[in-house]
Nanobody, 124 residues
C-alpha cells in the first residue's frame, strides 16, 4: 500500500520561502496524481496544487498562483511544493495526497492516500 510522508514545514517570516516534500513508499508514484492540500484552523481543507501522472501541474486558489510551484523527482519518488513570497494567510497544515486514477482534481474526497501533514506558520 502506498504511504506518504510530508516534511519541510516550519516557521517563516512573511515574504520568505519554504519547500515541502512528499516522500512515497510502498509503491511508485508514477501512476498517481499528487495533490497538495492545506487546512487552516476552523476552515475546510482546500486544494492548493496538483501534478498529474503525466507531469502536468495545476494551482487551485488564485492566491497561490505565481507563488507556489509543484515538482516531481522520480529518482527519489518524491513530490515537492516550493512556496515563495509567503503570507500570513498561508499558515496552515499542509498535506499531500495521491489520486490513483492519475489526473488532477481539487476535490479532497477523490484522493485515495494521505500523508500526516506538516505545519507551516508565516509570522513576523
Amino acid at each position: 500500500q502506498l504511504q506518504l510522508v510530508e516534511s519541510g514545514g516550519g516557521l517563516v517570516q512573511p515574504g520568505g520561502s519554504l519547500r515541502l516534500s512528499c516522500a512515497a513508499s510502498g509503491s511508485t508514484l508514477d501512476y498517481y496524481a499528487i495533490g497538495w492540500f492545506r487546512q487552516a484552523p476552523g476552515k475546510e481543507r482546500e486544494g492548493v496544487s496538483c501534478m498529474s501522472s503525466s507531469g502536468g501541474s495545476t494551482n487551485y486558489p488564485d492566491s497561490v498562483k505565481g507563488r507556489f510551484t509543484i515538482s516531481r523527482d522520480n529518482t527519489k519518488n518524491t513530490v515537492y511544493l516550493q512556496m515563495n513570497s509567503l503570507k500570513p494567510e498561508d499558515t496552515a497544515v499542509y498535506y499531500c495526497a495521491a489520486h490513483a486514477w492519475g489526473y488532477c482534481t481539487g476535490v479532497k474526497d477523490d484522493y485515495d492516500y494521505w500523508g500526516q501533514g506538516t505545519q507551516v506558520t508565516v509570522s513576523s
